[in-house]
Nanobody, 126 residues
């Protein structure tokens, strides 16, 4: 059974930084892609960014590009989301998602991902 767990959420002030981590247990696939999504109550889930298993080609939503950085350690089944220059608009529940794939390119469509964590809350105050 595959288990995905996010950690690192919290309350910060605007302009500060925060790093979220995602850990996957029970995945037998050697190659996989990971993505981060976020969602506020009553709103649709939004793709934040993703990374392929090589770590060489992360992709980001326009709203976070230049501020957020995704990294992956595929051998350790861990991916991080480093968030800099946080804004109140970044306040959301952040979810990690995993897609087993030998293709080193990550999709932005949430329906492409097979396994999900339960989320970690990020709150940014002005």
């Amino acid at each position: 059974q595959v288990h995905v767990e996010e950690s690192g959420g919290g309350d910060v002030q605007a302009g500060e930084s925060l790093t979220l981590s995602c850990r996957v247990d029970g995945l037998r696939n050697t190659y996989y892609n990971m993505a981060w999504f976020r969602q506020a109550p009553g709103k649709e889930r939004e793709w934040v960014g993703c990374i392929g298993w090589s770590g060489n080609n992360p992709r980001y939503a326009a709203s976070v590009k230049g501020r957020f950085t995704i990294s992956i350690d595929v051998a350790e089944f861990v991916a991080d989301l480093r968030m800099n220059s946080l804004k109140p608009a970044d306040t959301d529940m952040y979810y990690c998602a995993v897609k087993p794939s030998s293709y080193d390119w990550c999709p932005s469509d949430e329906y492409e991902y097979n396994y999900w964590g339960r989320g970690t809350q990020v709150t940014v105050s002005s």
